[in-house]
């Protein structure tokens, strides 16, 4: 049982096990990419025909971030990154809180940043006189003797060495709030028309309908328009309810959503629902215009017992835009109908119903809202990761531990050594320790 408890133990501290677990979330996030997300099932069968859809439908490839193997991606890279870090943290532990305060004499000639300094005075009068100058321009040593003398050591950085595991542990709580999220949270949409309302929303693949613990009641929306006729803004009045009682509400915009309780509704899209009105021009034949508005269905007399009606109404007809197809009645009885082109108008040429032309001027159209409803409850988790994934490569990269003793022996005879090492950044820190010389030559004199 032993053996195989250290066998699953090592598999999991692998380093080669974070390596491919890196590459595969990483490729996958690739794959996310290219293949978009969330869309409807027609939306695919459109794209790639029935049987490619089948095909990647079965590895859950256009909900990949949901599915099962993702998921199981992230719960190994979670167990090796928290297996590897317990492994290797405690030593680093104890080598940052029990520094070496000595290292044999013999081993100061390796360093590769080293200085012997001469000095007058006694030997005593050194020791404090470099303490004293220590502290005033580096940091206070930690003055320790042994046998063979007396060492001093300095250490800045030391918090360095824990910024991989700060690191580490960010990118567990991100993980494990992406796995909240996936398992607890859910991605839907729903239009509505002014004056609807509704809790049941579908998701965005269009799989399944979700109930909410409230009603979304839709009071308004408005949408502008530049000349051009790309929209310009569009907002939504919301309203949300439960047991018929107001408990939230917000006019919400493209940056503006409305939470409450965990749950978001973006302002997500619009479009038109339906006309309710349609204005039409009517000319004579002495060229008098007389501006018309008619609902649908609704009969307009020309003259006698003749009169028109709107029968059937589409906004962009195989096409050609806005087009209302218009039924001539005599008495009750429909007698032809004809298509009215809003953006050609001379479509009709000079057809005249009892002496009138007639031209399509514009549609009255409502339109939806289009809202997307979403629950991330590992949202939280992901930004704290995120701040602290910041501090963790902070501490990584613009900070480095290094390490300085000076000697001086026992048996003094004018001169004391100064060595220092880096971990890192080998450059800055023969700057460093250049000047810390330099300074130390001038005020231990």
């Given at each position: 049982m032993d053996k195989v408890l250290d066998r699953i133990w090592r598999f999991f501290s692998s380093?080669?096990?974070?390596?491919?677990?890196?590459?595969?979330?990483?490729?996958?996030?690739?794959?996310?990419?290219?293949?978009?997300?969330?869309?409807p099932v027609e939306a695919y069968i459109q794209h790639y025909g029935s049987s490619t859809y089948r095909f990647l439908n079965f590895f859950e490839l256009f909900d990949m971030y949901h599915s099962w193997w993702f998921e199981l991606l992230l719960i190994l890279f979670?167990?090796?990154?928290?297996?590897?870090?317990f492994e290797r943290l405690p030593a680093i532990v104890k080598m940052v809180s029990k520094p070496k305060l000595r290292i044999p004499v013999e081993k100061i000639s390796a360093f590769k940043e080293r200085q012997t300094i001469g000095y007058t005075g006694k030997r005593d009068a050194l020791i404090a006189s470099l303490s004293d100058r220590l502290k005033e321009i580096y940091k206070e040593p930690v003055h320790t003797t042994a046998a063979e003398g007396d060492f001093m050591y300095l250490e800045k950085g030391r918090i360095a060495r824990f910024g991989p595991y700060v690191t580490h542990l960010s990118l567990i709580i991100i993980f494990i709030g992406v796995?909240?999220?996936?398992?607890?949270g859910f991605d839907a949409y729903v239009n509505l028309v002014p004056g609807d309302s509704t809790n049941i929303v579908r998701t965005t693949r269009g799989d399944r309908d979700l109930t909410l613990p409230f009603t979304i009641k839709c009071n308004k929306f408005h949408v502008e328009f530049y000349r051009s006729g790309i929209p310009k803004a569009y907002k939504s009045d919301l309203t949300l309810l439960r047991d018929d009682r107001q408990i939230a509400h917000k006019v919400i915009d493209v940056n503006q959503p409305l939470t409450y309780k965990g749950i978001t509704i973006y302002q997500a899209s619009y479009g038109p629902a339906s006309a309710s009105g349609f204005d039409i021009a009517l000319t004579d034949g002495n060229d008098k215009e007389d501006?018309?508005?008619?609902?649908?269905?609704?009969?307009?007399?020309?003259?006698g017992d003749v009169s028109i009606a709107v029968l059937d109404y589409s906004p962009n007809y195989q096409g050609f835009?806005?087009?209302?197809?218009?039924?001539?009645?005599?008495?009750?009885?429909?007698?032809?109908?004809?298509?009215?082109?809003?953006?050609?108008?001379d479509f009709h040429g000079a057809e005249k119903i009892e002496g009138y032309r007639m031209r399509?001027?514009?549609a009255n159209e409502s339109y939806y809202t289009g809202l997307q409803v979403a629950k991330d409850p590992g949202a939280p988790y992901v930004a704290t990761g995120a701040i602290i994934l910041i501090v963790g490569l902070m501490m990584s990269f613009f900070s480095y531990r290094r390490r300085?003793?000076?000697?001086i022996p026992e048996k003094f005879s004018g001169t004391y050594t100064v060595a220092g090492v880096a971990d890192r950044n080998k450059y800055s820190f023969e700057m460093e320790f250049e000047k810390l010389?330099?300074?130390?030559?001038?005020?231990?004199k």
């Open positions: 380093v080669k096990l974070a390596i491919v677990l890196i590459i595969l979330i990483v490729t996958t996030a690739i794959i996310g990419t290219v293949i978009q997300q969330g869309l979670i167990i090796n990154v928290a297996v590897c870090s796995l909240i999220g996936s398992f607890l501006d018309v508005s008619l609902g649908r269905n609704q009969h307009y007399p020309i003259k835009g806005p087009t209302i197809l218009v039924g001539v009645y005599k008495g009750q009885k429909l007698q032809s109908t004809s298509l009215y082109l809003q953006k050609y108008p399509f001027v514009k300085i003793w000076f000697f010389v330099s300074d130390i030559k001038k005020g231990v």
